[in-house]
């Protein structure tokens, strides 16, 4: 295996990634289909590296929380193979990457009745749909012990304000969602599945806790931070997969090849990403892509990748 650079020089090299990645500042939108995330200072660049050891290295705004938005998908479905085993789940949803757009609803009518993958939007709500639980808050009470423990930080709140603003203004993923309750896909309460998925995007992280996601992803479900077993291996080595075939939406292949690290990406401007072994990363800043991806957040992952030897595809 590649060895990653010593300690004092993997701080630097954060840091470089981080003065780097400024370059790409004011380029890319806030995104309007969540109006309350076009409030935000879009000026922040945070990034994070947790290593395979548990040493953390930081630059930039890295007390900054803001929602962690798509990325809760990945934790949503390892809650439900949890709960109900991988099969069942497969059931619900596919693993299939399609290249649709992330709230994509075309498919679902014409060509098949189970989303495509548990990064869609309408993937993640069926993903929702498994979990266990008699009602919302238990459900989300569920969804948030193991988020906290993936995050490092059993602290964890929502946003109230964020999930409110996308329950009112989130037509498309209510159509979504019925869509599938029609499909057979999922059965109960639309409202509740979305609920409970819109709590889990409006979870408000910081950087450096998205780099120790990272990190017990690319451990295998081991924190390298405390040495306990969060996860299941397999459960890793599937939401790595998943990363790297649909992580970063319909830009995953250019992803791929510029950074070449399994990565999930939200529309607020976050990154994890999971390198096999060596590190976690976790990069923040609200500007994105016409792709729903953080401008800077592609570059300072584009040169800590090649600086620190991260490449695991
Ligand atoms: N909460 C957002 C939505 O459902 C998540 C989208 C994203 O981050 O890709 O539209």
Redesign the pocket.
């Known amino acids: 295996m590649i060895k990653m650079k010593e300690k004092l020089s993997i701080q630097d090299e954060v840091v470089s990634a981080y003065e780097y990645a400024k370059n790409w500042m004011g380029q890319g939108d806030l995104p309007n ?2 109006p309350e995330l076009t409030h935000v200072n879009p000026n922040r660049l945070a990034v994070s590296v947790t290593d395979s050891d548990g040493n953390i290295y930081s630059a930039g705004n890295i007390k900054d929380r803001f929602t962690i ?2 990325i809760s998908k990945a934790i949503a479905l390892a809650l439900a193979i949890e709960d109900n085993g991988l099969d069942e789940v497969l059931t619900h949803v596919d693993i299939e990457p399609c290249g649709d757009r ?2 994509s609803i075309y498919r679902l009518e014409l060509m098949q009745k189970r989303p495509s993958n548990p990064f869609l ?1 309408a993937g993640a709500i069926a993903v929702c749909s498994c979990i266990q639980g008699h009602d919302v808050e238990e459900k989300y009470e569920r969804l948030h012990a193991l988020a906290g423990k993936l995050l490092g930080n059993p602290k964890i709140e929502y946003s109230k304000t964020v999930c409110l603003c ?1 329950i009112k203004t ?1 037509h498309r ?1 209510r159509a979504l969602a019925n869509m599938l309750l029609d499909n057979g896909i999922c059965s109960g309460n639309p409202e509740e599945h979305l609920e409970l ?2 709590r889990g ?1 409006a979870l408000l992280v910081t950087a450096q806790e998205l780099s120790r996601f990272g990190a017990i992803l690319a451990c295998d479900g081991v924190d390298p931070c405390t040495g306990d077993e969060i996860l299941p291996c397999s459960t890793c080595e599937l939401i790595r997969a998943l990363m790297a075939g649909c992580g970063l ?1 319909d830009r995953t292949g250019f992803f791929n090849i510029t950074v070449g690290i399994p990565a999930k ?4 401007g976050a990154i994890v990403g999971a390198s096999k072994g060596r590190a976690g990363i976790g990069v923040f800043s609200p500007r994105i892509d016409g792709k ?1 991806n953080s401008v800077c957040g592609i570059q300072a992952m584009k040169q800590l990748s090649h600086r620190l030897n991260l490449r695991s595809l």
Not at 265 to 268: I, K, L, Q
Request: glycine residues 16%; proline residues 0%.
């Open positions: 289909f969540i938005q798509s992330f709230n939007n996308e989130g993923n998925y819109y995007c939406y990406s939200g529309s607020s729903g």
